[in-house]
């Protein structure tokens, strides 16, 4: 049974810094990519970033690009997001997800597995 735990998240001021974890089990974690996705509050879910099976590759949304950084440890079965700079906007529920074989990393609906998600807040 596929399982994707997230943690990390909670509450930062704007700049501040968070760093979310993915604990994946119950599959080859390195045979898949894998990616980061936010649904905002009344707004629909986004793509934040994605990575390649062995990490070499890592792919970014414009709103998030030179901010946050994906990464992942496949001997510990563990998909990273390392967000430094935050802004007010970054306020959403936060989801790890594997993508299916051959699926693109930016399109939601080729994600075939998902996290409980992990709320990040920024505020003043």
């Known amino acids: 049974q596929v399982q994707l735990v997230e943690s990390g998240g909670g509450l930062a001021q704007p700049g501040g810094s968070l760093r979310l974890s993915c604990a994946a089990s119950?599959?080859?974690?390195?045979?898949?990519?894998m990616s980061w996705a936010r649904q905002a509050p009344g707004k629909g879910l986004e793509w934040v970033s994605g990575?390649?099976?062995?990490?070499?590759?890592?792919y970014y949304a414009d709103s998030v690009k030179g901010r946050f950084t994906i990464s992942r440890d496949n001997a510990k079965n563990t998909l990273y997001l390392q967000m430094n700079s935050l802004k007010l906007e970054d306020t959403a529920l936060y989801y790890c997800a594997r993508i299916r074989r051959s699926g693109s990393y930016y399109l939601v609906s080729e994600y075939d597995n998902w996290g409980q998600g992990t709320q990040v807040t920024v505020s003043s």
């Open positions: 119950g599959f080859t974690f390195r045979d898949y990519a």
């Open positions: 990575i390649s099976r062995d990490g070499s590759d890592p």
